[in-house]
């Protein structure tokens, strides 16, 4: 049986957010305290970016090696959070299908989508929570 449930039932509504002139040591440790994977980047309204573990992990040497920290510290120190974003990420809006944002990031590059409502962002969905919505189907 096909449901069409919006993506609202599953999305993440606290969600953290920082903006383009935010500090890169903040954003990860954002990332890490609060064990999340994607930030979206907020000017005014509007989202223009999203960050994820991922393109922070990208940067830095000191998981990898020993006695690398400093190295960490003067990538993070070096680059903005513009630089470091992927600009303008596709969002879905509130009341789309989870079908319909499983079939995007089932295509895509990528594994989180803000969600929007009235042109504000009131969530974000990743591929996690469509696999925790797969599981609870059975």
């Known amino acids: ?16 957010s920082i903006s383009k002139t935010d500090d890169l040591r903040d954003v990860v440790n954002i990332i890490r305290s609060n064990h999340i994977r994607h930030i ?12 994820s573990s991922t393109d922070i992990n990208r940067l830095t040497f ?7 920290d400093g ?3 003067a990538v993070l120190n ?7 974003m ?3 990420p596709k969002s879905v809006n509130s009341n789309d299908s989870i079908q319909d944002v499983a079939e995007i990031l089932s295509q895509a ?10 042109g ?15 599981l609870d189907q059975y």
């Open 1 to 16: 049986m096909k449901k069409r449930e919006p993506v609202s039932k599953i999305m993440s509504r606290d969600i953290k």
């Open 40 to 51: 979206p980047v907020i000017e005014g309204e509007d989202v223009v970016g999203i960050i």
């Open 62 to 68: 000191g998981a990898l090696f020993d006695n690398q």
């Open 71 to 73: 190295v960490d510290e």
């Open 78 to 84: 070096m680059l903005s959070v513009e630089q470091v």
């Open 86 to 88: 992927t600009a303008n």
């Open 109 to 118: 590059e990528y594994h989180a989508l803000p969600v929007k409502e009235d």
């Open 120 to 134: 504000h962002i009131v969530g974000i969905v990743t591929t996690t929570d469509l696999i925790k919505y797969l």
